[in-house]
């Protein structure tokens, strides 16, 4: 039995499993490893210059001859020249994050880009559909890093009836499971960080695995939720000290200090205590490093498992 749906034809992949466009950790080498078992890679462009993102491209080209994408962050200083340069690099697939991709729509379709755009509400869904997305990526809030209000069971059957085009789930998927129970919410397929982030191909600190690997159902932690912008982390000293300051009432600018650079700090140095250890609420599901081939075969295998479960419910008795 296959797991194929329209998102696999439309990407040109054989499972609809996405690797999450992940800043400074979803790099070539995940990327490819991912495309290579038959999944969708990306590569998270973050707040990189084009040319640095240009050489990640590259690398991923020579590591699979499969598609793979980027994920383009449009806060980044960058992401204009980000995108023009992958234009040039012919780039199949484009998820976007943190801002409204409409203005390019029509420059990324004359270069027979997909442009899948990651939103965590309907209305966004909605906006962003009139713009001409190929597919919408609803993520909830159980995921990692920067999240929206509504969590991923409630979000994907709202956006699903709201929009045509495909809805990637992403947010609290770590198997075939939760795959199979986005399917079941009328998704096309899912998008999956947190487990990637300990695959052996995927490039972070071991200190970064290692805390990923150690997180129970309750590590997880809501921090900057005061200043209308919410991140979820594995709960640290910095995470600590980041809720009691906005215990205090801290300014804006006084949070975005404290979280300055804290995501490379945790990704590079592997400062488990001092660096912002971004990962969803699946964290506690992670416990071993395996190859990406490994993951999405056990994925696919577990989907199976479940959709016969799940089949053998609906028999007549
Ligand atoms: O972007 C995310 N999640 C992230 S970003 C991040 S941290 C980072 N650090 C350094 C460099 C780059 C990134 C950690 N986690 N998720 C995608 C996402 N985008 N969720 C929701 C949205 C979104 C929000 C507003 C998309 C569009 C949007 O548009 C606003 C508007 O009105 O146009």
């Given at each position: 039995?296959?797991?194929?749906?329209?998102?696999?034809?439309?990407?040109?992949?054989?499972?609809?499993?996405?690797?999450?466009?992940?800043?400074?950790?979803?790099?070539?080498?995940?990327?490819?490893?991912?495309?290579?078992?038959?999944?969708?890679?990306?590569?998270?462009?973050?707040?990189?210059?084009?040319?640095?993102?240009?050489?990640?491209?590259?690398?991923?080209?020579?590591?699979?001859?499969?598609?793979?994408?980027?994920?383009?962050?449009?806060?980044?200083?960058?992401?204009?020249?980000?995108?023009?340069?992958?234009?040039?690099?012919?780039?199949?697939?484009?998820?976007?994050?943190?801002?409204?991709?409409?203005?390019?729509?029509?420059?990324?379709?004359?270069?027979?880009?997909?442009?899948?755009?990651?939103?965590?509400?309907?209305?966004?869904?909605?906006?962003?559909?009139?713009?001409?997305?190929?597919?919408?990526?609803?993520?909830?809030?159980?995921?990692?890093?920067?999240?929206?209000?509504?969590?991923?069971?409630?979000?994907?059957?709202?956006?699903?009836?709201?929009?045509?085009?495909?809805?990637?789930?992403?947010?609290g998927i770590f198997d075939?499971r939760g795959?199979?129970?986005?399917?079941?919410?009328?998704?096309?397929?899912?998008?999956m960080?947190t487990r990637?982030?300990?695959?052996?191909?995927?490039?972070?600190?071991?200190?970064?695995?290692?805390?990923?690997?150690?997180?129970?159902?309750?590590?997880?932690?809501?921090?900057?939720?005061?200043?209308?912008?919410?991140?979820?982390?594995?709960?640290?000293?910095?995470?600590?000290?980041?809720?009691?300051?906005?215990?205090?009432?801290?300014?804006?600018?006084?949070?975005?200090?404290?979280?300055?650079?804290?995501?490379?700090?945790?990704?590079?140095?592997?400062?488990?205590?001092?660096?912002?250890?971004?990962?969803g609420?699946v964290?506690a599901m992670v416990?071993?490093?395996?190859?990406?081939?490994?993951?999405?075969?056990?994925i696919?295998?577990?989907?199976?498992?479940?959709?016969?479960?799940?089949?053998?419910?609906?028999?007549?008795?």
């Open positions: 039995m296959a797991i194929r749906t329209v998102l696999c034809d439309m990407l040109g992949i054989e499972y609809p499993i996405i690797q999450g466009g992940m800043a400074w950790v979803a790099t070539a080498e995940l990327a490819a490893a991912v495309s290579e078992a038959g999944g969708l890679g990306l590569i998270g462009a973050g707040n990189a210059p084009p040319e640095v993102v240009r050489e990640q491209v590259r690398k991923a080209r020579e590591l699979t001859s499969k598609p793979f994408g980027v994920n383009v962050y449009f806060l980044s200083p960058f992401a204009e020249q980000v995108l023009n340069m992958l234009v040039e690099e012919r780039v199949p697939v484009i998820t976007t994050g943190a801002g409204n991709p409409g203005k390019y729509i029509p420059k990324l379709k004359e270069a027979g880009i997909k442009v899948l755009s990651v939103v965590s509400s309907v209305n966004l869904a909605k906006r962003l559909e009139r713009a001409g997305v190929d597919a919408l990526v609803a993520e909830g809030m159980e995921c990692g890093g920067h999240i929206g209000e509504i969590a991923t069971f409630p979000l994907v059957p709202q956006i699903v009836d709201a929009v045509k085009v495909p809805v990637v789930a992403a947010g075939g795959l199979v129970a986005a399917l079941a919410l009328g998704a096309a397929g899912v998008q960080g990637f982030v300990c695959a052996n191909e995927c490039t972070v600190h071991p200190n970064y695995k290692k805390a990923i690997l150690d997180a129970r159902d309750r590590s997880t932690v809501v921090t900057g939720a005061s200043t209308g912008h919410p991140v979820r982390v594995l709960n640290n000293k910095l995470a600590r000290r980041f809720l009691e300051v906005e215990k205090r009432g801290a300014s804006v600018a006084e949070l975005e200090a404290l979280g300055a650079g804290a995501l490379r700090r945790a990704v590079v140095e592997g400062d488990v205590e001092n660096g912002s250890l971004m990962a609420q964290a416990t071993r490093e395996e190859s990406c081939a490994e993951m999405i075969a056990s696919v295998k577990t989907a199976e498992e479940a959709l016969s479960r799940v089949a053998s419910f609906a028999l007549p008795s």
